[in-house]
């Protein structure tokens, strides 16, 4: 059973940093792409930002460009999301996905996903 496990949210000032972590079992991890998404109060979850199983190769929104970095270590299991910069509208609830693939890129769509963990900016 496919299991994935955010952490590291909190509440942090406008230009400040977090990083959130995402420990996933249950699947060979090392074959898995693996995404960030958020859904904020009264909106529709949005991509943040995706890799691919080998790490090589990323993908960001353009609202996250350049503040947020993806990375992953594949001995660990382990999805990461550092955020720098962060402003009052990247309040929301962040959600670690996965989706097995072949190809060495970031996927359009994924099959799993985690609780969820809440990430609150403040001005």
């Known amino acids: 059973q496919v299991k994935l496990v955010e952490s590291g949210g909190g509440l942090v000032q406008a230009g400040g940093s977090l990083r959130l972590s995402c420990a996933a079992s249950?699947?060979?991890?090392?074959?898995?792409?693996m995404g960030w998404f958020r859904q904020a109060p009264g909106k529709e979850r949005e991509f943040v930002t995706g890799i691919s199983w080998s790490g090589g190769n990323t993908d960001y929104a353009n609202s996250v460009k350049g503040r947020f970095t993806i990375s992953r270590d594949n001995a660990k299991n382990t999805v990461y999301l550092q955020m720098n910069s962060l402003k009052p509208e990247d309040t929301a609830v962040y959600y670690c996905a996965a989706r097995w693939t072949l190809m060495d890129l970031p996927p359009p769509e994924y099959d799993y996903w985690g609780q969820g963990t809440q990430v609150t900016v403040s001005s």
């Open positions: 249950g699947l060979t991890f090392s074959g898995y792409a």
